[in-house]
């Protein structure tokens, strides 16, 4: 069982940074590969980055490309996900989520922090 606790949202001016944090409990974070996922009202909940076990061959979604970027640091459990050039078209719910198997589905989530990005 892992449980996932996000932190870092709040509302920010368009072009400001955040940096989004999820700490995972348990002794095997180093095992899981590590997704943020978005969700705005009215939306679907969308994949925005994705990371592997050692921190290589992070996936972004188009719209998020060299504006976001997702890292883990494995010692201390923690994914994060640095947000620039924020766009109130990135309004919306962020949640982490933890997977073991690659073409599997996320198996943890955590509970979701808002980021609201005004214009």
């Known amino acids: 069982q892992v449980q996932l606790v996000e932190s870092g949202g709040g509302l920010v001016q368009a072009g400001d940074s955040l940096i989004l944090s999820c700490v995972a409990s348990?002794?095997?974070?180093?095992?899981?590969?590590m997704g943020w996922f978005r969700q705005a009202p009215g939306k679907e909940r969308e994949l925005v980055a994705r990371i592997l076990w050692s921190g290589d061959n992070a996936y972004y979604t188009n719209s998020v490309k060299g504006r976001f970027t997702i890292s883990r640091d494995n010692a201390k459990n923690t994914v994060y996900l640095r947000m620039n050039s924020l766009k109130p078209e990135d309004t919306a719910v962020y949640y982490c989520?933890?997977?073991?198997?690659?073409?599997?589905?996320?198996?943890?989530w955590g509970q979701g922090t808002q980021v609201t990005v005004s214009s």
């Open positions: 348990g002794r095997t974070f180093s095992t899981y590969i």
């Open positions: 989520a933890a997977k073991l198997r690659f073409a599997g589905p996320y198996d943890y």
